[in-house]
């Protein structure tokens, strides 16, 4: 059984909360940090779009300017000795060579072949090649027959065709239809290294990339004091919000303690009083032979003294405990009364020392608020016959559970209430200082009540999840689920 619930004494006060705000808004350098960090991430990414964007459209031109090399070769430069008479062995063949090795080949252009109808090569810079026949592609068969712009593609060094040009490595072949003075169509093919290709992928990479991206990371410095600023706006507010916060727990808790001692030195003392008057009276009247105005008068002090107790347990509940000087254990079971009072049996189980000073502040006020939490739970809404409050002290940490054989509740349903903390708050916050927290009920035919665990580290840091758990339980609320 909880031993009697406890009222303040007349000259103490109970301990208050935080007279300073923690905040437990993220730190300006943090905020500039993340913001810095996602600034180069940005960077980083746009750039690798950037860069594939620019290779791209580098490869294009150098392709398309390969084409039209191609196709100035075909017209300008080899025209005029590209005759029928070209086409067999003979001193128009030498001549077409001739101009051929000294105006197409070069560092750029390795290999040059000219084709007819047939697919057969009747000239090429490589003799072994001329007189070979292969079948033509439709593409290659289009642009021999109809003309158009140069067709670019990268050689395929495992057809036959290409098998003497695997020398020089990775190759980029363009074509163009052309005809002899004659009237015969031929398709005019050159091969380009493509490490020139390359290379003038990265002149133009990097004659571009550095100021777009010199631009980009310019941008993200001029934002970083902007966003240093709006940090230290968005800190200063949080603090001010704060301040408020406490000065309103402040005045909340003052008014409480107001409240509780008026009804403990007002009404429940002059109650108290009548109740004795009362039992006066019914001895007296008892002493008188008067048995009926005896019963009456004795049931009547009976309830009264049942309504004290009420009123003592609601004294309990409204004003803060003097948790750290009573200890947890003993304002647990201040608790419990409350629970034996509205006729739900309470059983308060004690391993360890949980007396007064024994646990951090912070994990104390933490712990006897998910008690207070959960006991007002079982009062308001599980309509439980009987209760057990557990607490527990290891070497490293303490536990709390809290049991009832009441009604239960689906957690994922339970709405918070306007003015509550709720258990999804004592949640967060047990989170904050490294704990456990965790709520089973089950509703329904099989329903096994509500069981409330929590498990802290005893050894929990002390700072801004510390000082808010010491405002909440300074800060009495209607508990909800």
């Given at each position: 059984?909880?031993?009697?619930?406890?009222?303040?004494?007349?000259?103490?006060?109970?301990?208050?909360?935080?007279?300073?705000?923690?905040?437990?808004?993220?730190?300006?350098?943090?905020?500039?940090?993340?913001?810095?960090?996602?600034?180069?991430?940005?960077?980083?990414?746009?750039?690798?779009?950037?860069?594939?964007?620019?290779?791209?459209?580098?490869?294009?031109?150098?392709?398309?300017?390969?084409?039209?090399?191609?196709?100035?070769?075909?017209r300008d430069v080899?025209?005029?000795?590209?005759?029928?008479?070209?086409?067999?062995?003979?001193?128009?063949?030498?001549?077409?060579?001739?101009?051929?090795?000294?105006?197409?080949?070069?560092?750029?252009?390795?290999?040059?072949?000219?084709?007819?109808?047939?697919?057969?090569?009747?000239?090429?810079?490589?003799?072994?090649?001329?007189?070979?026949?292969?079948?033509?592609?439709?593409?290659?068969?289009?642009?021999?027959?109809?003309?158009?712009?140069?067709?670019?593609?990268?050689?395929?060094?495992?057809?036959?065709?290409?098998?003497?040009?695997?020398?020089?490595?990775?190759?980029?072949?363009?074509?163009?239809?052309?005809?002899?003075?004659?009237?015969?169509?031929?398709?005019?093919?050159?091969?380009?290294?493509?490490?020139?290709?390359?290379?003038?992928?990265?002149?133009?990479?990097?004659?571009?990339?550095?100021?777009?991206?010199?631009?980009?990371?310019?941008?993200?410095?001029?934002?970083?004091?902007?966003?240093?600023?709006?940090?230290?706006?968005?800190?200063?507010?949080?603090?001010?919000?704060?301040?408020?916060?406490?000065?309103?727990?402040?005045?909340?808790?003052?008014?409480?303690?107001?409240?509780?001692?008026?009804?403990?030195?007002?009404?429940?003392?002059?109650?108290?009083?009548?109740?004795?008057?009362?039992?006066?009276?019914?001895?007296?009247?008892?002493?008188?032979?008067?048995?009926?105005?005896?019963?009456?008068?004795?049931?009547?002090?009976?309830?009264l003294r049942r309504?004290?107790?009420?009123?003592?347990?609601?004294?309990?509940?409204?004003?803060?405990?003097?948790?750290?000087?009573?200890?947890?254990?003993?304002?647990?079971?201040?608790?419990?009364?409350?629970?034996?009072?509205?006729?739900?049996?309470?059983?308060?189980?004690?391993?360890?020392?949980?007396?007064?000073?024994?646990?951090?502040?912070?994990?104390?006020?933490?712990?006897?608020?998910?008690?207070?939490?959960?006991?007002?739970?079982?009062?308001?809404?599980?309509?439980?016959?009987?209760?057990?409050?557990?607490?527990?002290?290891?070497?490293?940490?303490?536990?709390?559970?809290?049991?009832?054989?009441?009604?239960?509740?689906?957690?994922?349903?339970?709405?918070?209430?306007?003015?509550?903390?709720?258990?999804?708050?004592?949640?967060?916050?047990?989170g904050e200082q490294?704990?456990?927290?965790?709520?089973?009920?089950?509703?329904?035919?099989?329903?096994?009540?509500?069981?409330?665990?929590?498990?802290?580290?005893?050894?929990?840091?002390?700072?801004?999840?510390?000082?808010?758990?010491?405002?909440?339980?300074?800060?009495?609320?209607?508990?909800?689920?």
């Amino acid at each position: 059984m909880p031993r009697p619930s406890r009222q303040p004494p007349a000259g103490r006060t109970p301990s208050s909360p935080p007279s300073t705000p923690s905040s437990s808004a993220p730190s300006g350098v943090r905020v500039v940090a993340l913001f810095v960090t996602a600034a180069v991430l940005a960077v980083a990414a746009l750039g690798a779009v950037l860069v594939a964007v620019q290779h791209r459209a580098a490869v294009t031109e150098a392709v398309r300017d390969a084409r039209t090399l191609t196709s100035l070769q075909a017209r300008d430069v080899v025209a005029d000795v590209l005759t029928d008479d070209a086409l067999v062995p003979g001193p128009a063949r030498d001549a077409l060579d001739e101009r051929v090795r000294s105006r197409v080949l070069g560092s750029q252009v390795v290999r040059v072949k000219v084709w007819d109808g047939s697919g057969t090569i009747v000239y090429s810079d490589d003799p072994d090649l001329v007189g070979r026949t292969f079948e033509l592609p439709e593409d290659e068969l289009a642009a021999l027959r109809g003309g158009g712009p140069p067709v670019a593609e990268v050689s395929d060094l495992e057809e036959a065709e290409n098998a003497e040009e695997q020398q020089f490595g990775r190759l980029l072949q363009v074509y163009v239809g052309t005809t002899t003075p004659g009237g015969t169509p031929l398709l005019f093919e050159t091969y380009h290294r493509y490490d020139a290709i390359d290379a003038a992928t990265s002149r133009s990479l990097r004659s571009s990339l550095p100021p777009l991206l010199g631009g980009l990371v310019l941008l993200c410095v001029l934002q970083v004091p902007l966003a240093w600023s709006l940090a230290r706006r968005l800190r200063a507010a949080h603090e001010g919000r704060e301040a408020l916060l406490v000065q309103a727990l402040h005045a909340s808790d003052r008014e409480r303690r107001r409240i509780a001692a008026d009804l403990h030195d007002g009404v429940v003392q002059g109650l108290s009083g009548t109740a004795l008057s009362l039992s006066a009276a019914a001895s007296a009247a008892r002493g008188r032979g008067d048995e009926g105005s005896a019963e009456v008068l004795g049931r009547t002090a009976v309830d009264l003294r049942r309504w004290v107790r009420e009123l003592r347990t609601l004294v309990v509940t409204v004003t803060p405990p003097a948790l750290h000087e009573q200890g947890l254990a003993a304002s647990c079971e201040d608790l419990a009364a409350v629970l034996e009072v509205r006729g739900c049996a309470a059983q308060v189980v004690v391993e360890g020392d949980l007396g007064p000073g024994a646990l951090p502040l912070a994990v104390e006020a933490l712990v006897f608020r998910t008690a207070q939490e959960a006991v007002r739970n079982v009062v308001k809404h599980a309509g439980a016959g009987s209760a057990r409050i557990a607490l527990a002290r290891a070497e490293a940490e303490v536990r709390l559970e809290v049991l009832d054989d009441g009604r239960g509740f689906d957690a994922g349903d339970a709405p918070r209430r306007r003015g509550s903390v709720g258990l999804e708050l004592l949640a967060s916050l047990a989170g904050e200082q490294g704990g456990r927290f965790e709520v089973v009920s089950r509703t329904g035919p099989a329903r096994s009540g509500t069981r409330v665990r929590l498990a802290l580290p005893v050894a929990a840091q002390d700072g801004a999840a510390g000082a808010r758990s010491r405002r909440l339980a300074a800060a009495g609320g209607g508990g909800s689920r």
